[in-house]
């Protein structure tokens, strides 16, 4: 599994502008980026996503970020092609961001 002392926890607001904002915040301060996140439900991922790119990242080449909850949004808006979805176990997700990258949750 992750070691805790490689995770990051970043506590966003679940929806697309409260996490892009506080992302970009974050971001604007110059902490340090996991490989990969974990965001909790989609509209934190799209909001992260959206922050990451405004700064730069390559997703997922940079930095992959994993949703969970599949929204219509993720099935027909571009921004989220770059948001892997998954399976109840985890397992689509783990494999689609390497296991072995230092991950954070959002």
């Given at each position: 599994?992750?070691?805790?002392?490689?995770?990051?926890?970043?506590?966003?607001?679940?929806?697309?502008?409260?996490?892009?904002?506080?992302?970009?915040?974050?971001?604007?301060?110059?902490?340090?980026?996991?490989?990969?996140?974990?965001?909790?439900?989609?509209?934190?991922?799209?909001?992260?996503?959206?922050?990451?790119r405004e700064?730069?990242?390559?997703?997922?080449?940079?930095?992959?970020?994993?949703?969970?909850?599949?929204?219509?949004?993720?099935?027909?808006?571009?921004?989220?092609?770059?948001?892997?979805?998954?399976?109840?176990?985890?397992?689509?997700?783990?494999?689609a961001a390497?296991?072995?990258?230092?991950?954070?949750?959002?």
């Amino acid at each position: 599994g992750m070691s805790p002392t490689q995770s990051v926890i970043h506590k966003l607001t679940p929806s697309i502008e409260g996490a892009y904002n506080e992302m970009r915040e974050y971001l604007e301060k110059g902490g340090p980026i996991a490989d990969c996140y974990f965001a909790d439900n989609d509209l934190i991922a799209i909001g992260v996503l959206r922050a990451l790119r405004e700064s730069g990242y390559l997703i997922p080449k940079d930095v992959a970020v994993i949703g969970f909850d599949d929204i219509t949004m993720c099935k027909v808006q571009h921004f989220c092609n770059a948001v892997y979805h998954c399976v109840a176990n985890g397992d689509q997700g783990i494999d689609a961001a390497d296991g072995n990258a230092r991950q954070a949750v959002l």
